[in-house]
């Protein structure tokens, strides 16, 4: 099954081009008309009706159904721990957030088209004909782009936490911090990680530390909150990482302030035993090598 972010924002790539396809086409009809033809065109072009009829909002309807998908699966774990009913309380906050996602896209949509029609009415003021106009607004007028890849994500990722939370609110659960141990893990996640008590974090424990129930680790973050399933301590006997040779006398004296304070971070998560061999020889090689 394909990943709902990766989903639409392939359908939103589909839907900026082909916009894009067509304005080119217009433009260059539009090239032969006289400057108040123009700028009278131009006042009544709706690049955010033209988005919602390329498929934008069947894009976000998509996403939202990625979304009740989360708030099913929370439910069915719930199930299966003898919680049978999720509290309509619950049901109604989680649809808020929903519906707040929906619309925090729509307005990205709106930014987009309103920057889109700026660019193109500020260039027929200045002279440019609209194909030229079109033509730099493609590189410079963006709706698919990283940015947007990674809030989409980090909102999906963030809406599951805050789903799996409410629905096991005061319930007698504990928790445990979930995701990569490495040397870039974030210094509040990285304590939340090397501090989780034997048994897990009780709810309270989670609300009060640096990384709560829905923030976590802050903006694209790559941890989760999830119900604690027992100790997640790596057994294997402690190995010495293998290093390409032109390392293989490597002191810590010879590493930079940057790589020292990764290898010191990555090293108290071996000694907690967070990481494997393996995940220890691929994070200093990530390092000696930067």
């Avoid at 649809?95 to 889109?116: F, I, P, R, V, W």
């Avoid at 990680?193 to 709560?212: C, D, F, H, I, R």
């Avoid at 290898?263 to 998560?269: D, G, N, R, S």
């Amino acid at each position: 099954m394909a990943d709902p972010v990766d989903r639409f924002m392939n359908q939103i790539q589909n839907i900026e081009k082909r916009l894009l396809d067509d304005l080119k086409l217009i433009a260059k009809r539009m090239d032969r008309l006289t400057d108040s033809e123009l700028v009278a065109i131009a006042k009544e072009l709706d690049f955010f009706k033209e988005l919602l009829d390329r498929g934008y909002s069947n894009a976000v309807n998509g996403l939202m159904s990625a979304y009740e998908g989360q708030v099913e699966e929370v439910a069915k774990e719930a199930a299966r721990r003898g919680i049978k009913t999720v509290r309509g309380a619950t049901v109604e906050q989680l649809q808020l957030l929903q519906d707040l996602e929906a619309e925090s896209l729509l307005g990205k949509a709106t930014t987009y088209a309103n920057d889109l029609k700026d660019g193109l009415f500020k260039g027929i003021v200045s002279g440019e004909r609209p194909s030229q106009i079109v033509a730099r607004l493609k590189n410079t007028v963006k709706l698919e782009t990283h940015q947007l890849n990674v809030s989409v994500n980090d909102g999906i990722k963030q809406f599951d936490d805050l789903a799996r939370h409410k629905v096991f609110e005061g319930e007698d659960v504990r928790w445990e911090y979930v995701g990569p141990a490495d040397e870039v893990t974030r210094d509040i996640c990285f304590n939340t990680l090397t501090n989780q008590p034997a048994k897990g974090y009780t709810e309270a424990q989670v609300n009060a530390s640096a990384t709560p129930f829905g923030s976590r680790g802050g903006f694209n973050c790559r941890h989760s909150w999830m119900i604690f399933e027992g100790t997640n301590k790596v057994e294997e006997p402690l190995k010495a990482a293998k290093l390409p040779k032109k390392f293989s006398k490597l002191k810590t004296s010879d590493l930079n302030k940057s790589q020292l304070t990764k290898y010191t971070k990555l090293a108290k998560l071996r000694s907690a035993r967070l990481i494997t061999n393996e995940q220890w020889s691929q994070g200093l090689n990530r390092i000696v090598n930067q």
